[in-house]
């Protein structure tokens, strides 16, 4: 990095399932902070720690860029990026700091509940719907099944009722979307949950210092909750 950096920088989703448990969890590790105006920049008034306010699927890039240290956000979305950079010949420049225990949720693949499963040799040909390309693509080729994956940024449940595929792949927590779709699980592919996502190295200028600190406070707050 050009500029050395003596501030903490954490990356959390600004709304969405995972908000509002990120900034409960840096709260009680005595976290306060001022808002900018945009409601993008928090900084951090009791600890040198700032938050970045970003769709939750920027946080690896963003950490990865080395533009923050920390970040909050889901297993499969740091799976999903892992797996395109290693696609773009990159390595792994991410790890799993900490798993938080909630935000639980699996990426499934999930047939017509009027279908039998006989497993996945079933799914050759088949067009599957997915916001997770890489991750499925990885579970096929591990099956040694050939299908077409078809991505889609959202509403992946109804692509099967709208012709754009036979099957979905998709995040499931209660099940209740997929039932109301006429859908039913029948692979798991990963398990899911909030993790602190950082660099595989360690942090430069004093920051891994406070990055210490704030992880034994979270400890200690996770361990309060159990
Ligand atoms: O705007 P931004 O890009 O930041 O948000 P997003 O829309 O991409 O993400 P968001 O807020 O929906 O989810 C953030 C993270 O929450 C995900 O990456 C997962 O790690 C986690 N999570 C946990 C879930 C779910 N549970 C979940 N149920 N993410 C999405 N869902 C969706 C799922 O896609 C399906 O549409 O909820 C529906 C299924 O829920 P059930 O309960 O009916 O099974
Ligand atoms: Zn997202």
């Not at 017509?112 to 916001?131: F, K, M, Y």
Request: net charge negative; aromatic share 4%; glycine share 10%.
């Amino acid at each position: 990095p050009a500029t050395t950096r003596d501030r903490l920088r954490v990356a959390i989703q600004k709304s969405g399932r995972l908000a509002e448990p990120a900034r409960d969890l840096l709260a009680s590790c005595g976290l306060t902070w001022r808002e900018s105006r945009d409601r993008l920049f928090c900084y951090g008034e009791s600890l040198p720690v700032d938050l970045l306010l970003v769709r939750d699927d920027d946080i690896p890039g963003l950490i990865a860029d080395g533009v923050c240290d920390l970040g909050i956000v889901g297993r499969n979305v740091l799976v999903e990026n892992d797996l395109a950079r290693q696609h773009d010949g990159g390595t792994s420049a991410l790890k799993e700091w900490r798993q938080l225990g909630w935000g639980v949720c699996r990426l499934d693949i999930a047939i017509n509940d009027d279908e039998q499963w006989t497993g996945p040799e079933q799914l050759a040909g088949q067009r599957i719907a997915t916001s997770f390309p890489r991750t499925l693509s990885r579970w096929l080729s591990d099956k040694g099944v050939s299908a077409e994956v078809v991505t889609l940024s959202g509403s992946v449940e109804i692509a099967p009722r709208l012709g754009q595929a036979d099957v979905v792949c998709d995040l499931v927590s209660t099940g209740g979307t997929l039932a109301a779709n006429s859908l039913k699980p029948v692979e798991t592919l990963l398990h899911s949950e909030a993790v602190i996502a950082g660099p595989v190295a360690a942090l430069e200028d004093g920051r891994e210092e406070i990055a210490d600190l704030l992880l034994r406070r979270m400890d200690g707050a996770l361990r309060l909750k159990e």
